[in-house]
């Protein structure tokens, strides 16, 4: 009767799962590990995070609760006795209206989606049905209900209608037709104006971006918008950037205020709402001594002021659970940046110097907000090193590339090394030598990202 294996099985609901829950029975009854997070992590199933526990009671055969779709993930099983459990996708897109039903007793368990509109009737009497959830009731919440008697579900309930204990509430839920769709996934960026932002408006228009002044993560007068709990994930676009400046005095306060006090309050808002995080660090976390790629597990050493924050930042962000570390290097993106002001003197025909001894690959902001779509998708949770493929190079021959790729003589990129470039600058900031990231997570989690090379010509063509 009972499963001896635990297995999680992708319904035809997406991201609907059934978990078959090992059942150990003898004379005197029987025990099951209901839920045990790491082992159905390991199993497949997605990463949640249950607060509260609810428990229903079904006293009689043919007691029927249904169809709700609350804005929280659910894991549903039973104690005693059996259900036929039924779900519908409300969600918008093209699986909505799907339908999908089982019996439950208690060797399986099912992981609901955020809308996913769940009912269930006893089969037995004294059925004792549970439920974890992912966020704790608010009768602010907005729910979707579906009637349980819409004919165009095709659902064969295993009692009638008529013979079940029906509350007159859900007798009163709307037809399929009349249900307006729940919207996909909620994302919160903030930061809407630097270079991944912009890229991150093409990848996600959905999401909702915060400005500065809408909220400034350097300031803790300010507050979060009063829906922050309802988003599944916030991306922060925001940072003090400005490598060099966090060496000064005034700086190295912004750049601490910013990128770690300041951060520490997200991490907070984020634990108190079960909100996952997708931060943005750098390859300045580490002091560029490698002779071979970075890993994500690689142990943090910066040099600077601002890998020193940026490294703090990623220590305060892993201790939530769920939560995405983005390490990156060598953004470029729309506005002022290395490529573009390359590009400006080329076109000027003018000379320049550049350091040939600082090595690492190209990132595009447009390749960058593509990959944390992906792992969005994914529902990834840790560290993802993330810059486009492609052999590794120097700023050198990188700035060479561009003036070739503008018809102009690359003999007027002349190679220096970090030393020179730096004498008679005492406030520049100490760069690391090497800042090659490893992609072997990322592409064993089916994400490719493209050639720097061809992303730097597509860059160039586009930017006039």
Known sequence: MFSKDLKVTESPIPGLFVIDLP?????????KENYQAEKLAAAGLPHFRPVQNNISFNGEVGTIRGFHAEPWEKYVSVATGKVFAAWVDLREGKNFGQVFSIEIDPSIAVFVPSGVANAFQALEKNTTYTYLVSKHWSADAKYSFINLADASLGINWPISLEDSGISDKDKKH???????????EKYLVIGSSGQLAKSLRKSIPQATFLSRRDYDLSDIAFDLPSDFGSYKWVINAAAFTDVDGAESAIGRKSAWSTNVHGLASLVAACKREDVGLVHVSSDYVFDGESNTAYLEEDKLCPLGVYGQ?????????ATLDRHQIIRTSWVVGEGKNFVSTMKRLASENKSVSVVDDQIGRLTFADDLANAIKDLLQLDFIGVANVSNSGVATSWYQIAKR?????????GLVNPVSTPEYL??????????????????????LGISMPNWEDSLSRFLGEEQ
């Open 23 to 31: 059942v150990h029975a003898d004379s005197r009854g029987w025990f």
């Open 174 to 184: 709307p037809l399929l037709k009349e249900v307006e769709p729940v919207k996909s």
């Open 309 to 317: 924050t940026k490294a703090a930042g990623e220590v305060l962000v």
């Open 402 to 410: 561009i003036y070739e790729n503008q018809g102009r003589d690359s």
């Open 423 to 444: 004498e008679g600058k005492p406030s520049v900031s100490p760069r690391p030598k090497f800042s090659v990231l490893s992609l072997a997570k990322l592409e064993s």
